[in-house]
């Protein structure tokens, strides 16, 4: 009985020992000791914990710990699906439990071992709890954390070319990095900078690969969630990238005729940037502040622009089909802004998937659905652009079990689905003849990285078939990007260019270098037309510069810290590029509402899927009012009418600071308004504004979705 206490009486303090080394032990598991910066990272900061927990009380230390869990098994699994650490904006979505949700659906993890363990031994610290230590012991092992972090940022500094994963442990990076980001909004305009030529303008100077206009009168535009040219064999051999990884045999079997692109880039993570770049003919915000596609929402002339917009002037039908639902991050209000005359997402499809998936139709469903209606555009017998986005190799990823424990993961297992589904697809349009006047462009919103190399994740995807297959190369040289796909498909169909849009033409040969931007990984990547490559670590904002002639590939051999402060104009450059939209004079209004007719779930399950409209991740500048309208009109009611509800979020969580009164009870034919202004005497970002409803069989109309911001007026 005597040892049974004891024991018990040691189990917290071993279990506090335990989680707090937990993360270190991990790298240790997966990678040894070829990442000693970032072993010492997690030390660092494990000891940090280890003595703030022991000198806290038991009621405090346990949450304590408990949150420290929940942190390092998201930064875990972020990391194996986007090959990156999480930063401070990320708070977007680890603070939303629908989303956490849908990602991590079914406890379908890739280290289910550790994540298990990091909720396990939060929980064994609280039985029997160690009583606090001495001040005295605290403050010596605290020193000996702050012993340890000084280690680690003269290491980490001193070879800060090497992935900021290998570097830092997920807590000190995300510290690091909202502490920097802070840094960098208070002197913003203290560097001055000037955009290079060619981040002003379109280039159409190069020499044309076509000699007339393009023959295919139809636009397809395939984003794969994800994918790069990492998994391409003839791709991955252009860029001189050695591995022995999975391969999309079908795909690169079923493109044998088309022109491949190797040194094609992604600017950013998320897929909202992705597509704005595909669209928009411009880069995607170098940092995770408000995306561009929103702030097309309050410039409609720029909103013109885009893409979709630009071929409807021209007599094309323009639609925008993908597998998720269009709610998150307001897609359906951004594609119908920015031209896209129809806009469906998962609603779309009837064929249920053969097993449980969270974010939509899986790869082989929703091909299958695509290829429906593309015969359906075909019929019609006029010039059409569809533009498609998957969404099976999303985290938790569209596989089964088996499937996962097949290939070794799920990540690879979800490219196995792909590969074969959209290889199928395309020996289908052939059949169908599709591709006799359509010129499609395989391409990807972001990369989901690989372990092999962290710039991996700045690698897309890029292949182009056209029925002029025999006057393109096999290989297009020169470096391209998601921000070139506008311009290309343009010039292709010899439409003029507007002036806002920038890129090159992967239709056109260009003797001069130019610039190339990404910001991924942590990383901001910068190809100068002068063949300098950059590297810069935003959190400490170092930089390192070298001769190259790609964005992409290994860093050159001499890759230098950069000691001219060419690298503070780098990172000043791309702040200007992040703002370029934002020159509106006057007040900025945002509509969310076009008078549309939505039905209501009898009772609403979850607001992220099945909200009505939302008004997400706004950011409002410091000494602004904003005015929040909204009205709204029971078209069909039951008896006991429908109830509706405008919420407000601060980086997902509920928000008390804009008191209002919410709507009614509305009856059939009734009209309910919410209408309020708040001032922001600082910044305020990450605002959200969600309308649910319910109401059995239930049909209201939004008449009314208007956020406007004036800065300057209190």
């Not at 032990?25 to 030390?43: A, E, K, N």
């Not at 954390?145 to 995300?174: I, S, T």
């Not at 928009?280 to 995770?288: I, N, Q, V």
């Amino acid at each position: 009985m005597n040892a049974l206490k004891k024991a018990v009486r040691f189990l917290s303090p071993v279990a506090l020992t335990a989680v707090c080394m937990l993360p270190a032990l991990f790298r240790l598991s997966t990678s040894g000791l070829s990442r000693p910066i970032g072993l010492l990272s997690d030390i660092a900061v494990g000891v940090l914990l280890y003595a703030i927990a022991r000198c806290s009380p038991a009621w405090l230390r346990v949450p304590l710990v408990i949150l420290w869990g929940v942190f390092q098994a998201t930064s875990i699994e972020l990391f194996a699906a986007l090959q990156r650490l999480p930063t401070w904006q990320d708070l977007h979505y680890l603070t939303d439990a629908d989303f956490v949700g849908a990602s991590v659906a079914g406890f379908k993890l890739s280290a289910p071992w550790v994540v298990g363990a990091l909720v396990v031994l939060p929980i064994l610290v609280a039985v029997r709890p160690a009583p606090r230590s001495r001040l005295k012991g605290g403050i010596l092992v605290g020193a000996a954390a702050l012993c340890l972090f000084l280690a680690q940022g003269v290491a980490g500094g001193r070879y800060d070319e090497q992935p900021v994963a290998d570097r830092y442990n997920g807590l000190q990076w995300f510290a690091e990095d909202a502490v920097s980001s802070m840094i960098f909004y208070l002197t913003q305009g203290s560097e001055e900078a000037t955009l290079p030529e060619t981040l002003q303008r379109s280039d159409l100077m190069g020499t044309a690969l076509l000699s007339e206009k393009g023959q295919a009168k139809n636009v397809l535009i395939v984003v794969l969630e994800g994918v790069s040219n990492y998994y391409y064999p003839e791709l991955r051999h252009a860029m001189a990238v050695e591995s022995d990884t999975l391969t999309m045999e079908n795909l690169a079997k079923n493109t044998t005729q088309a022109m491949l692109i190797p040194d094609f880039s992604v600017h950013s993570h998320q897929t909202i940037r992705g597509l704005y770049s595909i669209l928009c003919g411009d880069y995607s915000k170098l940092s995770f502040d408000t995306p561009k596609a929103f702030e097309l929402l309050l410039d409609p002339a720029r909103a013109g622009e885009c893409l979709p917009a630009q071929l409807a002037d021209n007599g094309w039908s323009t639609h925008y089909l993908q597998a998720a639902g269009l709610q998150f991050m307001a897609k359906d209000k951004v594609m119908e802004v920015i031209g896209f005359q129809q806009v469906h997402g998962s609603e779309w499809f009837t064929e249920p998937n053969p097993f449980a998936f969270e974010w939509g139709p899986i790869d082989d469903v929703f091909f299958r659905g695509a290829r429906t209606y593309i015969r359906e555009l075909r019929n019609k017998k006029a010039p059409w652009m569809l533009t498609l986005l998957t969404v099976g190799t999303h985290q938790p990823y569209g596989v089964t079990d088996e499937a996962a424990e097949r290939y070794g993961s799920r990540r690879m297992a979800s490219v196995v689905a792909l590969d074969r589904a959209v290889g199928r697809f395309i020996r289908e349009l052939r059949q169908d003849g599709v591709f006799k006047d359509t010129l499609v462009v395989f391409t990807s919103d972001e990369s989901h990285g690989s372990a092999v190399a962290d710039w991996i994740s700045s690698w897309g995807l890029g292949i182009v078939l056209a029925p002029e297959q025999k006057q393109l190369p096999r290989i297009k040289t020169g470096g391209y990007g998601l921000v070139d796909i506008t311009v290309s498909v343009l010039d292709y169909l010899q439409l003029p260019v507007p002036s806002s849009l920038i890129g090159r033409s992967f239709f056109r040969d260009y003797e001069r270098p130019r610039d190339m931007v990404s910001y991924t990984a942590s990383k901001l990547r910068w190809l100068t037309e002068d063949n300098l490559r950059y590297e810069c670590t935003t959190g400490s904002g170092s930089c390192r510069v070298g001769k190259a002639t790609s964005i992409l590939g290994d860093p050159p051999a001499e890759f230098q810290r950069d000691t001219s402060g060419q690298g503070a104009k780098i990172l000043a450059i791309a702040r200007l590029l992040d703002n370029k939209l934002q020159t509106q004079a006057g007040p900025r209004v945002l509509r969310f509402a076009r008078g549309e007719v939505l039905k209501l779930p009898e009772k609403m399950a979850n607001e992220w899927y099945e909200n009505l409209v939302g008004a997400q991740y706004l950011d409002f500048p410091a000494k602004s009012t904003v005015h929040v309208s909204v009205r709204v009109k029971a078209v069909k009611a039951p008896t006991r009418g429908v109830t509706l509800n405008l919420l407000v979020k601060e980086w997902n969580e509920d928000s008390q600071a804009f008191p209002f009164d919410n709507f009614p009870v509305l009856h059939t034919g009734e009209e309910g308004r919410v209408e309020f202004s708040f001032y922001n005497p600082k910044q305020r970002q990450s605002v959200s504004f969600f309308l649910v409803g319910e109401g059995k069989d239930g049909l209201v109309q939004l008449e009314d979705f208007t956020v406007t911001i004036d800065q300057g007026k209190t």
